[in-house]
């Protein structure tokens, strides 16, 4: 809310409430008497010397005191909760004290059958993670023997080219070379006999004989020619290829048997995996068990007046057909079940007109007394102003106040304070200082002119002033009076009365007119007072 600041004739004129006008004017009614005694006796208590100096300009409030810290104290546990003992609602508790206890055994049956399960599943862990360091040796002892018949197998080949393969070359080789040479005599012979028979040395049957064993180490030498072919282009490519065949499948059978426990190993693996998330789920459960047992015992965090979540006005209701809190009474998951507030630091949360908020700031000084113990004047400072308004309700829907928080200095425990005692405070806004001022009771208004009653022959007359900024109890005169002057300070008889004020102009000549407490009558907060210094 934006006040914006006007001067007349140096001073800021502030208009107060009304309300806070008619009290002052009734106090000082009661405090002052009627107006039957003597207009000039001498120390009167219906008279007042008008005097320079400062006064304080406060705001009203009422309320509520409440604990700046308080504990919320909820019900935890996720299953059936019901009450087997609970402290007495005002009792003070220290750290550590027992503040309500919930039946258990339904929780202690679930934490045994949890035990139970994690057992089960610890053992099926284990059993799973044997079964994987089982099928990794059988894989390991495995693959070593396929490793090793792929060595056997190349082993086996490189023998066949450097032993087989040379020896049975060798040997055609002198089969051959022995064919030939054999053919080479009997060829020969065969032709020395055609000469020695033609001579006729030799008989026709020898003749024959050596044209035989010629024709006969001819074939042998072809028969050798043929071998060392077929070998070469057959026996050999066809060894050859087996050789490699056996090496190739030895190696082929290697990944084969590899895979294959490879495979038995991700199923172990995953059953491990598997059984080792069930003992984590199931130690997951017994641990949320045993933390929900503990829930079972609730005690006080810190120190606090234990007051019952259906004694505050927003949980009154709350509860229905429950019935209230008490033993063998159940409460909800999470519900409420009482605060306790830390009575050593108090505040007064006190409702102000949304007129007069633009007037207070934090860090400004207050006075607070409690309806249970008035004579108790508590110091403080207001420490914040609420960010929205609230309604008046269905008594005055048109009126808007904001809650002013006060933060009182006084340990509230030394005086027994406790939260929702009705309270008043006076927030103190500015300071009005070296001015000329009188009671606010002294200061009369006819429409816009504002006049005081002065002493004059055997009664009062009327003389117009200019107001300034006020307070409660004091209002500023900027024009009209002098110091030492006396005033009255009480509404005169009518007989009393010996001048009346001739016109309805101002003694400024203006027309504005202050009001009770410095605030302005249009609400608008146009003559702010000024500021307490610090």
Same mark, same amino acid.
């Given at each position: 809310?934006?006040?914006?600041?006007?001067?007349?004739?140096?001073?800021?004129?502030?208009?107060?409430?009304? +309300?806070?006008?008619?009290?002052?004017?009734?106090?000082?009614?009661?405090?002052?008497?009627? !107006? !039957?005694?003597?207009?000039?006796?001498?120390?009167?208590?219906?008279?007042?010397? +008008?005097?320079?100096?400062?006064?304080?300009?406060?705001?009203?409030?009422?309320?509520?005191?409440?604990?700046?810290k308080q504990i919320e104290i909820r019900n935890r546990l996720e299953y059936r909760a019901?009450?087997?003992?609970?402290?007495?609602?005002?009792?003070?508790?220290?750290?550590?004290?027992?503040?309500? @206890?919930?039946?258990?055994?339904?929780?202690?049956?679930?934490?045994?059958?949890?035990?139970?399960?994690?057992? $089960?599943?610890?053992?099926?862990?284990?059993?799973?993670?044997?079964?994987?360091?089982?099928?990794?040796?059988? @894989?390991?002892? $495995?693959?070593?023997?396929?490793?090793?018949?792929?060595?056997?197998?190349?082993?086996?080949?490189?023998?066949?080219?450097?032993?087989? +393969?040379?020896?049975?070359?060798?040997?055609?080789?002198?089969?051959?070379?022995?064919?030939?040479?054999?053919?080479?005599?009997?060829? &020969?012979?065969?032709?020395?006999?055609?000469?020695?028979?033609?001579?006729?040395?030799?008989?026709?049957?020898?003749?024959?004989?050596?044209?035989?064993?010629?024709?006969?180490?001819?074939?042998?030498?072809?028969? $050798?020619?043929?071998?060392?072919?077929?070998?070469?282009? /057959?026996?050999?490519?066809?060894?050859? $290829?087996?050789?490699?065949?056996?090496?190739?499948?030895?190696?082929?059978?290697?990944?084969?048997?590899?895979?294959?426990?490879?495979?038995?190993?991700?199923?172990?693996?995953? &059953?491990?995996?598997?059984?080792?998330?069930?003992?984590?789920?199931?130690?997951? %459960?017994?641990?949320?068990?045993?933390?929900?047992?503990? /829930?079972?015992?609730?005690?006080?965090?810190?120190?606090?007046?234990?007051? /019952?979540?259906?004694?505050?006005?927003?949980?009154?209701?709350?509860?229905?057909? @429950?019935?209230?809190?008490?033993?063998?009474?159940?409460?909800?998951?999470?519900?409420? +079940?009482?605060?306790?507030?830390?009575?050593?630091?108090?505040?007064?949360?006190?409702?102000?007109?949304?007129?007069?908020?633009?007037?207070?700031?934090? !860090?400004? %000084?207050?006075?607070?007394?409690? &309806?249970?113990?008035?004579?108790?004047?508590?110091?403080?400072?207001?420490?914040?102003?609420?960010?929205?308004?609230?309604?008046?309700?269905?008594?005055?829907?048109?009126?808007?106040?904001?809650?002013?928080?006060?933060?009182?200095?006084?340990?509230?425990?030394?005086?027994?304070?406790?939260?929702?005692?009705?309270?008043?405070?006076?927030?103190?806004?500015?300071?009005?200082?070296?001015?000329?001022?009188?009671?606010?009771?002294?200061?009369?208004?006819?429409?816009?002119?504002?006049?005081?009653?002065v002493p004059q022959g055997a009664g009062f007359a009327q003389r117009r002033v200019s107001?300034?900024?006020?307070?409660?109890?004091?209002?500023?005169?900027?024009?009209?009076?002098?110091?030492?002057?006396?005033?009255?300070?009480?509404?005169?008889?009518?007989?009393?009365?010996?001048?009346?004020?001739?016109?309805?102009?101002?003694?400024?000549?203006?027309?504005?007119?202050?009001?009770?407490?410095?605030?302005?009558?249009?609400?608008?907060?146009?003559?702010?007072?000024?500021?307490?210094?610090?």
């Amino acid at each position: 809310m934006t006040h914006s600041s006007t001067r007349r004739g140096g001073s800021t004129l502030i208009v107060v409430s009304a +309300v806070v006008f008619v009290a002052a004017a009734a106090l000082a009614a009661v405090l002052l008497g009627g !107006g !039957g005694s003597s207009a000039h006796e001498a120390g009167s208590p219906d008279k007042h010397v +008008v005097e320079r100096g400062s006064f304080e300009i406060s705001v009203p409030a009422s309320g509520e005191l409440a604990a700046l810290k308080q504990i919320e104290i909820r019900n935890r546990l996720e299953y059936r909760a019901q009450i087997t003992e609970i402290v007495e609602e005002g009792t003070t508790v220290k750290e550590g004290d027992v503040l309500f @206890r919930l039946a258990k055994d339904e929780i202690e049956d679930k934490i045994q059958d949890a035990r139970d399960a994690l057992s $089960a599943a610890e053992n099926a862990a284990i059993g799973a993670q044997s079964n994987l360091e089982i099928r990794m040796s059988e @894989r390991d002892s $495995a693959i070593e023997k396929a490793d090793l018949d792929v060595t056997l197998a190349e082993l086996a080949l490189e023998a066949w080219k450097l032993g087989e +393969v040379v020896s049975k070359r060798q040997e055609l080789a002198l089969e051959k070379e022995t064919a030939r040479m054999d053919y080479d005599r009997l060829l &020969d012979k065969y032709e020395d006999s055609k000469l020695l028979v033609e001579q006729e040395f030799i008989s026709q049957d020898e003749f024959r004989t050596d044209e035989i064993n010629m024709i006969k180490a001819k074939a042998r030498l072809d028969q $050798a020619l043929l071998d060392i072919e077929v070998y070469e282009q /057959y026996e050999h490519v066809k060894q050859e $290829a087996q050789k490699n065949s056996d090496v190739e499948q030895a190696k082929a059978e290697r990944d084969r048997v590899e895979k294959r426990h490879n495979a038995e190993i991700e199923r172990a693996q995953s &059953d491990v995996t598997n059984k080792q998330a069930h003992l984590r789920s199931t130690n997951d %459960r017994l641990e949320d068990l045993v933390q929900q047992l503990e /829930y079972c015992t609730v005690r006080a965090p810190s120190g606090g007046l234990v007051v /019952y979540a259906n004694s505050l006005e927003q949980n009154r209701w709350s509860r229905g057909d @429950r019935g209230d809190l008490q033993v063998g009474a159940e409460i909800r998951k999470n519900e409420l +079940v009482m605060v306790l507030p830390d009575t050593s630091q108090m505040t007064a949360e006190v409702k102000v007109n949304e007129s007069l908020t633009g007037l207070i700031e934090a !860090g400004q %000084r207050a006075i607070v007394s409690s &309806d249970a113990m008035p004579e108790a004047v508590l110091e403080g400072e207001v420490l914040s102003i609420g960010v929205l308004a609230e309604s008046g309700g269905w008594r005055d829907p048109n009126r808007r106040d904001y809650t002013v928080k006060v933060l009182l200095t006084t340990d509230g425990n030394d005086l027994g304070l406790k939260p929702s005692m009705r309270c008043k405070a006076e927030i103190y806004v500015g300071l009005v200082e070296d001015a000329i001022h009188v009671p606010l009771q002294a200061v009369f208004h006819d429409g816009p002119a504002a006049y005081v009653y002065v002493p004059q022959g055997a009664g009062f007359a009327q003389r117009r002033v200019s107001v300034g900024q006020a307070s409660g109890l004091h209002i500023e005169i900027t024009q009209g009076l002098d110091e030492g002057e006396t005033v009255l300070v009480r509404e005169p008889q009518a007989r009393e009365i010996v001048a009346r004020l001739q016109d309805d102009t101002p003694a400024d000549g203006q027309a504005a007119l202050a009001r009770p407490n410095g605030f302005p009558a249009n609400g608008k907060g146009k003559n702010r007072p000024s500021r307490r210094p610090g």
